[in-house]
T-cell receptor, first 114, second 111 residues
Framework: DAGVIQSPRHEVTEMGQEVTLRCKPISGHDYLFWYRQTMMRGLELLIYFNNNVPIDDSGMPEDRFSAKMPNASFSTLKIQPSEPRDSAVYFC????????????FGPGTRLTVT | SQQGEEDPQALSIQEGENATMNCSYKTSINNLQWYRQNSGRGLVHLILIRSNEREKHSGRLRVTLDTSKKSSSLLITASRAADTASYFCATDTGGGNKLTFGTGTQLKVEL
């Protein structure tokens, strides 16, 4: 298996623009997690899905952030409009049995908002 | 504040030495996991220890868990330059299938 795939790997955009991050989880994994990592806040869970259904979005910072999982092999995290403070590395992770078990992380998307 | 906090924040050792890093957490847990993150990469799972276990080994890794003190330690024996990375503990508190990650320890192993 290719592991968790994320695209793009790097994104540079101007403030106010829409940003869409993409993730393909490992086939057969029922759980998908979106994290954000910054020096100041560390690794934060934004939202997670179980069987394509959002379960907990309490970590989503603002209404500017939204996430979808239209099918078992694809998820998106959208920021609209983007702001400089959204600059971070965004990780997608998937798990077979849920968060209490091993999670497999993608390589991350480094987002820079100028 | 973080559920898990690692100590020390940074650690520098010579190749061949042992590295010990600690994790403290606040609430009761179902299990605790350790992950490694190489610079610019995603996190990689190292080991999982359940709340009813006290010690676990995997290769050069040894993890202990003391639920009475709400703490865990990760020992890497005979360290190598390739072990240079950040190490994070993550706890499953049973509150909904998610993990809470600690602040991380940056380990540097010098030749």
């Amino acid at each position: 298996d290719a592991g968790v795939i994320q695209s793009p790997r790097h994104e540079v955009t101007e403030m106010g623009q829409e940003v869409t991050l993409r993730c393909k989880p490992i086939s057969g994994h029922d759980y998908l997690f979106w994290y954000r990592q910054t020096m100041m806040r560390g690794l934060e869970l934004l939202i997670y899905f179980n069987n394509n259904v959002p379960i907990d979005d309490s970590g989503m910072p603002e209404d500017r952030f939204s996430a979808k999982m239209p099918n078992a092999s694809f998820s998106t995290l959208k920021i609209q409009p983007s702001e400089p403070r959204d600059s971070a590395v965004y990780f997608c992770a998937s798990s077979l049995y849920g968060g209490g078990y091993e999670q497999y992380f993608g390589p991350g998307t480094r987002l820079t908002v100028t | 504040s973080q559920q898990g906090e690692e100590d020390p924040q940074a650690l520098s050792i010579q190749e061949g030495e042992n590295a010990t890093m600690n994790c403290s957490y606040k609430t009761s847990i179902n299990n605790l996991q350790w992950y490694r993150q190489n610079s610019g990469r995603g996190l990689v799972h190292l080991i999982l220890i359940r709340s009813n276990e006290r010690e676990k080994h995997s290769g050069r890794l040894r993890v202990t868990l003391d639920t009475s003190k709400k703490s865990s330690s990760l020992l890497i024996t005979a360290s190598r330059a390739a072990d240079t990375a950040s190490y994070f503990c993550a706890t499953d508190t049973g509150g909904g299938n998610k993990l809470t990650f600690g602040t991380g320890t940056q380990l540097k192993v010098e030749l």
